[in-house]
């Protein structure tokens, strides 16, 4: 669901069965809007992003934006042909990496490569509140 272009939510559903809900929120108006949710308890988010800046951070200023803060095409066309054009190299085929898990995690599935990779995920109970001395 699009609430504006700040305010958007997005759920991954499997079976008719909704799984797993995120939001974008953007702007301090729209930060504002997301804690009074969460403080009445009416958001069941597993994952917000969160950026102060209107149109989020990455729409900001390191854009490829010409006269007006629109984006230069012609730019950004040059950016993506310079990046199309690097070499793709997979991971896996990498000396460095090959060595770290080697010599560091001690094979890639390894009990240590799992712990300081992949992340581990609970069912949260209760919902999140905000401390009573924070005031919006």
């Not at 995120?22 to 108006?29: C, E, H, I, L």
């Not at 070499?87 to 898990?101: A, H, K, T």
Request: hydrophobic content about 35%; some cysteine.
């Amino acid at each position: 669901m699009i609430w504006n272009r700040d305010f958007q939510e997005v759920s991954l559903e499997r079976d008719g069965e909704t799984l797993l809900q995120f939001a974008a929120v953007y702007g301090f108006r729209n930060i504002q809007t997301l804690v009074h949710r969460m403080r009445k308890g009416r958001v069941r988010y597993q994952l917000v992003e969160v950026l102060s800046c209107p149109g989020g951070c990455l729409g900001g200023r390191g854009q490829a934006e010409g006269e007006g803060g629109r984006v230069d095409k012609v730019l950004a066309q040059q950016m993506e042909e310079a990046y199309s054009s690097l070499p793709v190299r997979l991971p896996e085929m990498n000396p460095e990496l090959q060595r770290l898990y080697r010599d560091w995690l001690e094979g890639q599935d390894s009990p240590r490569a799992l712990q300081a990779l992949h992340t581990q995920y609970s069912q949260q109970e209760q919902p999140h509140t905000l401390p009573p001395h924070i005031q919006w």
